[in-house]
T-cell receptor, first 115, second 111 residues
Framework: DAGITQSPRHKVTETGTPVTLRCHQT?????MYWYRQDPGHGLRLIHY???????DKGEVSDGYSVSRSKTEDFLLTLESATSSQTSVYFCAISVSLGNPTDTQYFGPGTRLTVL | AQKITQTQPGMFVQEKEAVTLDCTYDTSDPSYGLFWYKQPSSGEMIFLIYQGSYDQQNATEGRYSLNFQKARKSANLVISASQLGDSAMYFC????????FGKGTRLHILP
C-alpha cells in the first residue's frame, strides 16, 4: 500500500461541465503523475509533477490542467469535459523521475463518465 | 523512439500450468528499467516485478520471474504454477527518462 487515495472514485457528469479529480498521498513523495486508461491504449500519461507548483505535460495533455499547491495533493481538472474524456484515471507516485530503477505506485483509480 | 509491445491480447491457461506473457521493447538509452503490473477485475494496478537493464540475473518475486533477453529486447513475465487468482490484465512497462506502458495482455486461468 503506497498510501495513495483518489477522489471521487466514480463520477458521472455532463459535457461542458468542469471536473476536478484529486489525488492524495501520505508518504511525501516528490513525483506524482496522472494517467488515463482506455481500452486498446493501455495507460497514457496526462501530466506529472516534480514538486510543489512544478508540473509538466505528458503524452495526452490537451483538455487537462493540473495543480499542486501541497506536496500531498495533485489535482487534475477538466475545464470543460467532453465525451472523449470518459475514461479511468489513475494517479501514481514515485521517488524519482528519471531514475530507470524507480517504481511507480498507483492509486485505486477514478472512473469518469461524461454524458 | 521508445516503444513497448505486448503481442498477446488474450490468453487462456489451465490452472497449475506455467504462463509466459510476452513483452518486447525498444529504446536507444543504455540505462532503463522494465516493470510488470497486474490489474485484476477490481481495477487497481499492482506492481509485480522489476528488471534493470544492467542486472545480470533475471528478476524473481515468488511465483513471478522476468525472462530478460537483452539482445532480443524482450522482457517476458513467467508465472509458475498458475492460480485462479492470476486471472487479470497484465501490463509491461519500460522506463528510461519517462515511463511507457504496453497495451496489456488479458490472462484467463481455467479451473
Amino acid at each position: 500500500d503506497a498510501g495513495i487515495t483518489q477522489s471521487p472514485r466514480h463520477k458521472v457528469t455532463e459535457t461542458g461541465t468542469p471536473v476536478t479529480l484529486r489525488c492524495h498521498q501520505t508518504e511525501n513523495h516528490r513525483y506524482m503523475y496522472w494517467y488515463r486508461q482506455d481500452p486498446g491504449h493501455g495507460l497514457r500519461l496526462i501530466h506529472y509533477s516534480y514538486g510543489v507548483k512544478d508540473t509538466d505535460k505528458g503524452e495526452v495533455s490537451d483538455g487537462y490542467s493540473v495543480s499542486r499547491s501541497k506536496t500531498e495533493d495533485f489535482l487534475l481538472t477538466l475545464e470543460s469535459a467532453t465525451s472523449s474524456q470518459t475514461s479511468v484515471y489513475f494517479c501514481a507516485i514515485s521517488v524519482s523521475l528519471g531514475n530507470p530503477t524507480d517504481t511507480q505506485y498507483f492509486g485505486p483509480g477514478t472512473r469518469l463518465t461524461v454524458l | 523512439a521508445q516503444k513497448i509491445t505486448q503481442t498477446q491480447p488474450g490468453m487462456f491457461v489451465q490452472e497449475k500450468e506455467a504462463v509466459t506473457l510476452d513483452c518486447t521493447y525498444d529504446t536507444s538509452d543504455p540505462s532503463y528499467g522494465l516493470f510488470w503490473y497486474k490489474q485484476p477485475s477490481s481495477g487497481e494496478m499492482i506492481f509485480l516485478i522489476y528488471q534493470g537493464s544492467y542486472d545480470q540475473q533475471n528478476a524473481t518475486e515468488g511465483r513471478y520471474s522476468l525472462n530478460f533477453q537483452k539482445a532480443r529486447k524482450s522482457a517476458n513475465l513467467v508465472i509458475s504454477a498458475s492460480q485462479l487468482g492470476d486471472s487479470a490484465m497484465y501490463f509491461c512497462a519500460m522506463r528510461d527518462d519517462k515511463i511507457i506502458f504496453g497495451k496489456g495482455t488479458r490472462l484467463h486461468i481455467l479451473p
